[in-house]
């Protein structure tokens, strides 16, 4: 069936970079997405990647994506306070629009 | 511009009441989704709205909960003897609902805190 696994928990440094994985089962994923999501708010859409694509930079951020092995990661370089938050990997799965299977996120923990 | 709006933000019941949540979707948006967040947890898909077409209820977990979409905009989920299990964020997402595999982003509303005790 359709699973998402990412790891739990991440300490940083600030200044350090993060980086936050995720694996995926669905082969037929067209659309890949990262969501951060603060305390007490609702979840924004950080960025998101196309399944034909290995790489995507978005100013800080770098996605990574292993269609071979369903590995998806996320980078943030130069970790900031502010970029603690719960960020989850979803992946898009087969139906014909766009429903999101996500994981159960990983708690990022920026420390000076 | 207002974004996704749920209401209420909080709400604590007791176990065997009726629960209704409420979501306002972004304007125009066709397309509007419920998960549910527990604790620890990912987020759960519940059930998919698009449109006037028939909604995607594979999610619902029990018979106990329904939702309804009246107009193609606002939908309200409504849980029906709730259960302390059920205890969960529940967020409603809403997106311009573009047909087949092009890239749609899901918007997010703050969600609803349920607590049932």
């Known amino acids: 069936g359709e699973d998402v696994e990412q790891s739990l928990f991440l300490s940083v440094r600030e200044g350090d970079s993060s980086v936050i994985n995720c694996t995926y089962t669905?082969?037929?994923?067209?659309?890949l997405y990262w969501y951060k999501q603060e305390p007490g708010a609702g979840l924004q859409l950080l960025t998101y990647i196309f399944s034909n694509m290995d790489m995507k930079q978005d100013q800080r951020l770098t996605v990574l994506l292993n269609k071979k092995d369903k590995h998806l990661s996320l980078r943030i370089a130069d970790t900031q306070t502010g970029d603690s938050a719960i960020y989850f990997c979803?992946?898009?799965?087969?139906?014909?629009?766009?429903?999101?299977?996500f994981g159960a996120g990983t708690r990022l923990a920026v420390h000076p | 511009g207002a974004g996704v709006s749920q209401s209420p933000s909080n709400k604590v019941t007791e176990k065997g009441k009726d629960v209704e949540l409420r979501c306002d979707p972004i304007s125009g948006h066709t397309a509007l989704y419920w998960y549910r967040q527990s604790l620890g947890q990912g987020l759960e898909f519940l059930i998919y709205?698009?449109?006037?077409?028939?909604?995607?209820k594979s999610g619902l977990p029990s018979d106990r909960f329904s939702a309804e979409r009246t107009g193609g905009s606002v939908s309200t989920l409504t849980i029906q003897r709730t259960q302390q299990e059920d205890s969960a964020v529940y967020l409603c997402a809403s997106s311009s609902g573009a047909a087949g595999w092009s890239y749609n982003e899901q918007f997010f509303g703050p969600g609803t805190r349920l607590t049932v005790l």
């Open positions: 979803a992946e898009s799965v087969s139906g014909g629009y766009n429903k999101l299977i």
């Open positions: 669905d082969s037929s994923s067209t659309y």
């Open positions: 709205f698009q449109g006037n077409s028939a909604p995607d």
